[in-house]
DNA sequence: TCAGTATGTATACCGGGTATATATGTGTCA
DNA sequence: TGACACATATATACCCGGTATACATACTGA
């Protein structure tokens, strides 16, 4: 959906055609997520089909390439996008599923898997304060709010690591008693 | 990924049925992810295909039914899903791209954008407050890890949406001097 | 006995995402 | 000048995750 709505906004700015608007979302977002071109193609079309966006008439002699250009329908659906917050479903989550089967199938195993995630998680911690510390806050906005985003992301996953190994002795303690 | 290395999982354990199986992960994730029958078998026939996992032999007489197992390549697939930690390369967060966006393409609009999902979030923040005052540590362990996750996400989408308007308001100051 | 629910399998379909084929223009460097 | 890399530009094939649905059978309780 993320794809599909950054599509829409960029073409409220201004017309473009599907290349520019990688080269657009890549540049507000940083270039943290690399947007496959043909993405864009495949989703400018089912934006076409719902009516949110459409390809702007040829002129007279023109080449039979035209931007991409949005709809009133589409203008609704971005305002919707940015009046709402985003879908609070959680989404399927790898590292809780993982700990939460090693845990029930095979005990032995969860604590190698907490350990492991540990160590990886702090690395990247690291990686993300270093860069972060080369990073100007004036001319790179962008660049540090995704920073500062990943970092409490890896923190929160570090503390919940640790509070999982705690529950599960606490857990295993109980148990045995 | 998640799905297919839990079916590998589920399987090392004992061999089961398709319908088994997705009895077995609801159960084992506390039914946080409810899994879709349908997306079991593809799943399975997709580990087949792969030698991860095969149908075992009828039996003589059996009927035509009978469950899947798993193959020493995939306990090894397993013990990698074990042992390496979680891809670290951050899916797309919609809600970094949201802001990102509105802050590049319409500045007015992002301070809504985080007001409304501050809201938003706040409240999810309650409910699990709540629903982690009534579960019971010793009986409910899978639920309350669960619970601890998605607490410890949305302090953290709290803490970055308060720093991005922050960071959002000094640069703006920066700006306008 | 009939309706509802659990067990069980299969398939169609959609959307996100990647890879790739295929052009054309543009700049640059030996 | 010709070769080569690179950006611009579009289209399509393919895989995977995920949902919906059709279709059985068996148990179970009103």
Not at 13 to 40: D, I, M
Not at 58 to 74: K, L, M, N, S, V
Request: net charge neutral; hydrophobic share 40%; aromatic share 6%.
């Amino acid at each position: 959906m993320s794809v599909r709505n950054s599509l829409l906004a960029l073409l409220a700015t201004r017309s473009a055609h599907g290349y520019a608007l990688k080269s657009a979302f890549e540049h507000c977002t940083a270039g943290a997520w690399p947007l496959n071109v043909g993405q864009v193609y495949t989703t400018l079309a089912r934006l076409a089909r719902d009516g949110l966006v459409r390809s702007t008439q040829p002129q007279d002699h023109d080449t039979d390439r035209h931007p991409w250009e949005i709809t009133p329908a589409g203008r609704d659906a971005l305002a919707d996008w940015y009046r709402r917050p985003i879908d609070p479903r959680p989404p399927r989550d790898e590292l809780a599923i993982k700990v939460l089967l090693a845990l029930a199938l095979e005990s032995g195993a969860v604590d190698q898997v907490l350990q492991t995630q540990r160590t990886a998680t702090m690395q990247r911690l690291q990686e993300y304060t270093l860069t972060k510390r080369d990073t100007d806050p004036h001319r790179q906005l962008a660049v540090l709010l995704l920073l500062d985003a990943q970092i409490l992301k890896a923190q929160a996953e570090l503390d919940w690591l640790d509070l999982c190994a705690a529950r599960i002795r606490e857990h295993r303690a109980g148990s045995a008693s």
